[in-house]
Protein backbone atom coordinates (compact mmCIF):
# COMPACT_ATOMS: atom_id res chain seq x y z
CA UNK A 1 0.00 0.00 0.00
CA UNK A 2 1.55 3.58 -0.73
CA UNK A 3 0.71 6.67 1.58
CA UNK A 4 -1.08 7.98 -0.84
CA UNK A 5 -3.49 5.28 -0.42
CA UNK A 6 -3.72 5.10 3.05
CA UNK A 7 -4.11 8.78 3.31
CA UNK A 8 -6.93 8.89 1.45
CA UNK A 9 -8.35 6.24 3.41
CA UNK A 10 -7.74 7.85 6.28
CA UNK A 11 -10.26 11.14 4.88
CA UNK A 12 -12.49 8.76 3.82
CA UNK A 13 -12.86 6.90 7.40
CA UNK A 14 -13.23 11.08 8.89
CA UNK A 15 -15.47 11.79 6.32
CA UNK A 16 -18.10 8.91 6.51
CA UNK A 17 -18.06 9.79 10.46
CA UNK A 18 -19.01 13.63 9.74
CA UNK A 19 -15.74 15.41 10.57
CA UNK A 20 -15.06 18.67 9.19
CA UNK A 21 -11.85 17.78 7.37
CA UNK A 22 -8.69 20.51 6.23
CA UNK A 23 -7.38 20.30 2.74
CA UNK A 24 -4.29 17.84 2.36
CA UNK A 25 -1.50 19.68 3.93
CA UNK A 26 1.48 19.55 1.54
CA UNK A 27 2.25 22.98 0.42
CA UNK A 28 5.74 22.34 2.46
CA UNK A 29 6.78 19.77 4.68
CA UNK A 30 4.11 19.34 7.38
CA UNK A 31 4.03 17.16 10.08
CA UNK A 32 -0.24 16.38 9.75
CA UNK A 33 -1.91 15.80 6.55
CA UNK A 34 -5.32 16.79 7.77
CA UNK A 35 -6.75 18.97 10.88
CA UNK A 36 -10.22 17.21 11.77
CA UNK A 37 -12.72 17.72 14.25
CA UNK A 38 -16.51 16.38 14.61
CA UNK A 39 -17.14 19.72 17.27
CA UNK A 40 -15.92 17.87 20.04
CA UNK A 41 -13.10 16.55 19.32
CA UNK A 42 -10.51 17.83 16.92
CA UNK A 43 -7.18 15.95 15.98
CA UNK A 44 -4.01 16.40 13.88
CA UNK A 45 -3.19 13.19 11.94
CA UNK A 46 -0.31 12.09 9.88
CA UNK A 47 -0.34 8.63 7.88
CA UNK A 48 2.80 6.62 7.10
CA UNK A 49 3.28 2.93 4.58
CA UNK A 50 5.92 2.31 7.99
CA UNK A 51 5.67 3.98 11.35
CA UNK A 52 9.13 3.27 11.78
CA UNK A 53 9.95 6.21 9.21
CA UNK A 54 8.84 8.80 11.96
CA UNK A 55 11.54 11.03 13.29
CA UNK A 56 11.55 12.47 16.62
CA UNK A 57 11.11 16.09 15.85
CA UNK A 58 7.84 15.56 13.32
CA UNK A 59 6.50 13.77 16.55
CA UNK A 60 7.78 16.27 19.08
CA UNK A 61 6.03 19.34 16.63
CA UNK A 62 3.07 17.39 16.36
CA UNK A 63 2.66 17.14 19.73
CA UNK A 64 3.44 21.12 20.16
CA UNK A 65 1.05 22.14 17.96
CA UNK A 66 -1.84 19.62 19.23
CA UNK A 67 -1.12 20.83 22.60
CA UNK A 68 -1.50 24.50 22.06
CA UNK A 69 -4.69 23.73 19.86
CA UNK A 70 -6.22 20.93 22.57
CA UNK A 71 -6.38 18.50 19.52
CA UNK A 72 -4.91 15.09 19.42
CA UNK A 73 -2.14 13.68 17.45
CA UNK A 74 -2.23 10.71 15.92
CA UNK A 75 -0.08 8.78 13.58
CA UNK A 76 -1.60 5.88 10.72
CA UNK A 77 0.52 3.35 9.65
CA UNK A 78 0.52 0.36 7.39
CA UNK A 79 3.65 -1.47 9.00
CA UNK A 80 6.56 -1.43 12.00
CA UNK A 81 9.82 -2.69 10.55
CA UNK A 82 8.91 -5.35 7.76
CA UNK A 83 5.87 -6.75 9.87
CA UNK A 84 1.88 -5.35 9.52
CA UNK A 85 0.81 -3.72 12.18
CA UNK A 86 -2.22 -5.78 13.96
CA UNK A 87 -5.66 -4.58 14.27
CA UNK A 88 -6.91 -4.02 17.59
CA UNK A 89 -3.74 -2.54 19.16
CA UNK A 90 -2.43 0.60 19.89
CA UNK A 91 1.33 1.43 18.81
CA UNK A 92 3.42 4.56 20.04
CA UNK A 93 5.97 7.02 18.62
CA UNK A 94 7.55 9.31 20.57
CA UNK A 95 4.74 9.28 22.55
CA UNK A 96 2.36 9.78 19.97
CA UNK A 97 -0.93 7.28 19.59
CA UNK A 98 -0.11 4.83 16.18
CA UNK A 99 -2.91 2.76 14.66
CA UNK A 100 -3.43 0.95 11.59
CA UNK A 101 -6.09 1.99 9.11
CA UNK A 102 -8.41 -0.61 10.21
CA UNK A 103 -7.88 0.34 14.13
CA UNK A 104 -9.10 3.30 13.00
CA UNK A 105 -11.88 3.03 11.30
CA UNK A 106 -13.31 0.60 14.58
CA UNK A 107 -12.53 3.71 16.70
CA UNK A 108 -14.27 6.26 14.64
CA UNK A 109 -17.15 4.28 12.98
CA UNK A 110 -17.72 2.24 15.64
CA UNK A 111 -16.60 3.77 18.98
CA UNK A 112 -14.65 0.22 19.21
CA UNK A 113 -11.63 1.04 21.46
CA UNK A 114 -8.21 -1.12 21.00
CA UNK A 115 -7.42 -3.53 23.68
CA UNK A 116 -4.07 -4.18 23.38
CA UNK A 117 -0.85 -1.90 23.46
CA UNK A 118 1.82 -2.77 21.51
CA UNK A 119 5.39 -1.72 23.68
CA UNK A 120 9.02 -2.82 23.43
CA UNK A 121 9.00 -6.82 24.04
CA UNK A 122 5.55 -7.49 23.42
CA UNK A 123 1.92 -6.95 23.63
CA UNK A 124 0.58 -5.99 26.54
CA UNK A 125 -2.83 -4.57 27.91
CA UNK A 126 -4.57 -2.70 31.03
CA UNK A 127 -6.25 -3.86 33.40
CA UNK A 128 -9.11 -2.78 35.70
CA UNK A 129 -7.46 -3.08 39.22
CA UNK A 130 -10.55 -1.95 40.78
CA UNK A 131 -13.02 -5.08 39.04
CA UNK A 132 -10.11 -7.00 39.65
CA UNK A 133 -10.32 -6.67 43.52
CA UNK A 134 -14.00 -6.13 43.70
CA UNK A 135 -14.31 -9.54 41.70
CA UNK A 136 -11.88 -11.35 43.84
CA UNK A 137 -13.69 -10.41 46.89
CA UNK A 138 -17.20 -11.71 45.53
CA UNK A 139 -15.22 -15.06 45.14
CA UNK A 140 -13.49 -15.40 48.46
CA UNK A 141 -10.28 -15.40 47.35
CA UNK A 142 -6.84 -14.00 48.92
CA UNK A 143 -4.82 -11.96 46.94
CA UNK A 144 -1.91 -15.05 47.09
CA UNK A 145 -4.81 -18.07 46.75
CA UNK A 146 -5.71 -15.67 43.24
CA UNK A 147 -1.94 -14.90 42.64
CA UNK A 148 -1.18 -18.68 42.59
CA UNK A 149 -3.91 -19.71 40.20
CA UNK A 150 -2.73 -17.68 37.92
CA UNK A 151 1.06 -18.33 38.45
CA UNK A 152 2.30 -15.22 39.19
CA UNK A 153 3.19 -13.28 42.55
CA UNK A 154 1.19 -11.88 44.73
CA UNK A 155 3.30 -8.56 44.09
CA UNK A 156 2.65 -8.88 40.99
CA UNK A 157 -1.05 -9.54 41.35
CA UNK A 158 -1.28 -6.51 44.16
CA UNK A 159 0.17 -3.71 41.45
CA UNK A 160 -2.65 -5.10 38.95
CA UNK A 161 -5.46 -4.37 41.36
CA UNK A 162 -3.50 -0.65 42.24
CA UNK A 163 -3.45 -0.34 38.65
CA UNK A 164 0.60 0.29 38.83
CA UNK A 165 1.30 -2.39 36.00
CA UNK A 166 0.02 -3.67 32.58
CA UNK A 167 -0.03 -7.23 31.42
CA UNK A 168 0.58 -9.70 28.57
CA UNK A 169 -2.63 -10.83 26.57
CA UNK A 170 -2.10 -14.35 27.96
CA UNK A 171 -2.07 -13.52 31.31
CA UNK A 172 -5.11 -11.15 31.03
CA UNK A 173 -6.88 -14.22 29.56
CA UNK A 174 -6.13 -16.17 32.26
CA UNK A 175 -7.30 -13.73 34.78
CA UNK A 176 -10.49 -13.30 33.03
CA UNK A 177 -11.32 -16.77 32.17
CA UNK A 178 -10.94 -17.46 36.43
CA UNK A 179 -12.72 -14.32 37.39
CA UNK A 180 -16.06 -14.85 34.53
CA UNK A 181 -15.75 -10.57 33.99
CA UNK A 182 -13.80 -8.53 31.59
CA UNK A 183 -11.17 -7.19 33.39
CA UNK A 184 -8.97 -5.07 30.37
CA UNK A 185 -9.81 -1.64 29.63
CA UNK A 186 -9.89 -0.17 26.33
CA UNK A 187 -7.37 2.57 25.43
CA UNK A 188 -8.66 5.62 24.21
CA UNK A 189 -6.36 7.83 22.17
CA UNK A 190 -7.84 10.76 22.85
CA UNK A 191 -6.72 10.65 26.11
CA UNK A 192 -3.15 12.74 26.55
CA UNK A 193 -0.41 11.03 26.54
CA UNK A 194 2.38 11.71 29.06
CA UNK A 195 5.34 12.60 27.14
CA UNK A 196 8.63 14.63 27.72
CA UNK A 197 8.42 18.50 26.60
CA UNK A 198 10.18 21.37 25.52
CA UNK A 199 9.15 24.24 26.87
CA UNK A 200 8.39 27.98 25.04
CA UNK A 201 11.56 29.28 25.40
CA UNK A 202 13.21 25.93 23.60
CA UNK A 203 11.01 26.98 20.33
CA UNK A 204 11.27 30.43 20.86
CA UNK A 205 15.53 30.17 20.61
CA UNK A 206 14.80 28.27 17.30
CA UNK A 207 12.49 30.76 15.78
CA UNK A 208 14.68 33.63 16.83
CA UNK A 209 18.15 31.68 14.82
CA UNK A 210 15.90 31.08 11.53
CA UNK A 211 13.61 33.71 10.89
CA UNK A 212 14.18 37.85 11.42
CA UNK A 213 10.75 38.53 10.85
CA UNK A 214 9.18 35.88 13.07
CA UNK A 215 12.24 36.90 15.65
CA UNK A 216 10.51 40.27 15.99
CA UNK A 217 7.24 39.80 16.16
CA UNK A 218 7.85 37.07 18.92
CA UNK A 219 9.75 40.16 20.56
CA UNK A 220 6.47 42.62 19.97
CA UNK A 221 3.76 39.70 21.06
CA UNK A 222 5.87 39.20 24.61
CA UNK A 223 6.08 42.99 25.56
CA UNK A 224 1.99 42.45 25.03
CA UNK A 225 2.60 39.56 27.34
CA UNK A 226 1.53 37.24 24.70
CA UNK A 227 3.38 33.85 24.11
CA UNK A 228 3.66 33.17 20.18
CA UNK A 229 4.70 29.55 19.77
CA UNK A 230 6.83 29.29 16.30
CA UNK A 231 6.11 26.05 14.33
CA UNK A 232 8.28 24.76 11.52
CA UNK A 233 6.79 21.67 9.91
CA UNK A 234 2.99 22.86 8.71
CA UNK A 235 1.64 25.19 6.81
CA UNK A 236 1.22 28.42 9.29
CA UNK A 237 4.50 29.66 11.33
CA UNK A 238 3.33 30.59 14.56
CA UNK A 239 0.34 30.38 16.41
CA UNK A 240 -1.03 32.65 19.04
CA UNK A 241 -3.84 32.68 21.62
CA UNK A 242 -4.88 35.80 23.16
CA UNK A 243 -4.90 35.36 27.24
CA UNK A 244 -8.34 36.65 27.62
CA UNK A 245 -10.58 36.25 24.80
CA UNK A 246 -11.65 32.84 22.81
CA UNK A 247 -9.11 34.21 20.07
CA UNK A 248 -6.70 31.60 18.54
CA UNK A 249 -4.29 33.25 15.56
CA UNK A 250 -2.93 30.95 13.33
CA UNK A 251 -0.22 33.05 11.36
CA UNK A 252 2.32 32.32 8.06
CA UNK A 253 4.92 35.03 6.97
CA UNK A 254 4.88 35.51 3.48
CA UNK A 255 8.35 35.66 1.59
CA UNK A 256 8.49 37.27 -1.94
CA UNK A 257 10.49 34.18 -3.18
CA UNK A 258 7.88 31.49 -2.02
CA UNK A 259 6.47 29.40 -5.13
CA UNK A 260 3.69 27.34 -3.13
CA UNK A 261 2.77 30.75 -1.17
CA UNK A 262 -1.14 30.32 -2.52
CA UNK A 263 -1.50 26.46 -1.65
CA UNK A 264 0.14 27.28 1.71
CA UNK A 265 -2.50 30.14 2.38
CA UNK A 266 -5.14 27.50 1.08
CA UNK A 267 -4.07 25.34 3.76
CA UNK A 268 -3.30 28.00 6.41
CA UNK A 269 -7.41 29.09 5.78
CA UNK A 270 -8.27 25.17 5.80
CA UNK A 271 -7.02 24.52 8.93
CA UNK A 272 -8.30 27.80 10.51
CA UNK A 273 -11.52 26.79 9.78
CA UNK A 274 -11.59 23.33 11.26
CA UNK A 275 -9.72 24.60 14.93
CA UNK A 276 -11.92 27.81 14.67
CA UNK A 277 -9.16 30.15 14.20
CA UNK A 278 -8.23 33.32 12.63
CA UNK A 279 -5.80 33.17 9.92
CA UNK A 280 -3.00 35.56 9.48
CA UNK A 281 -0.55 36.48 7.08
CA UNK A 282 2.79 38.73 7.60
CA UNK A 283 4.62 40.46 5.29
CA UNK A 284 6.91 43.40 4.53
CA UNK A 285 5.84 43.73 0.54
CA UNK A 286 3.01 46.42 0.60
CA UNK A 287 2.16 45.24 -3.08
CA UNK A 288 1.32 41.84 -2.17
CA UNK A 289 -1.02 43.18 0.46
CA UNK A 290 -2.81 45.37 -2.11
CA UNK A 291 -3.07 42.20 -4.82
CA UNK A 292 -4.26 39.79 -2.20
CA UNK A 293 -7.73 39.67 -0.22
CA UNK A 294 -8.22 35.96 0.74
CA UNK A 295 -6.94 35.80 4.29
CA UNK A 296 -5.75 38.88 6.45
CA UNK A 297 -2.43 40.46 5.68
CA UNK A 298 -0.67 43.10 7.82
CA UNK A 299 2.93 44.51 7.05
CA UNK A 300 5.45 43.73 9.40
CA UNK A 301 5.37 47.59 10.54
CA UNK A 302 1.66 47.35 11.21
CA UNK A 303 2.13 44.99 14.29
CA UNK A 304 5.56 46.54 15.38
CA UNK A 305 4.11 49.32 15.45
CA UNK A 306 1.06 48.26 17.54
CA UNK A 307 1.11 49.27 21.12
CA UNK A 308 -0.39 46.35 22.24
CA UNK A 309 -2.41 43.40 20.89
CA UNK A 310 -5.53 44.56 21.16
CA UNK A 311 -4.70 47.23 17.98
CA UNK A 312 -3.65 44.28 16.18
CA UNK A 313 -6.18 42.41 16.22
CA UNK A 314 -8.35 45.44 15.08
CA UNK A 315 -6.05 45.76 11.96
CA UNK A 316 -7.03 41.92 10.86
Given at each position: MERAEIVGIVESIFKRAGFNISTLCCSRPSCFDYALSDGTKTLFVKSYVN????????AYELKKISEQ???TPLFVGEKVREKRMEDDTVYSRYDVYTVNPKTL?????????????AVPGGYYVRLDGENIRKRRQEMG??????ADMVGISRRTLYGYEKGLAKTSVSTAYQLEWILGTPIVKPINIFEKKNGEKKGFLASARNAITKNPML??????????NVKILHVEKAPFD?????????????????????????KRMEEIISVSQVVEA???L?????NFIEENGDVPLLHEREILKAKDLEEVIAKI
Open positions: ICGISQSELSAEDIILKELHPLVELSIGKLKALIRKFSQCFIVKHPERNLILLGGIALDHEKALRQPVITNNR
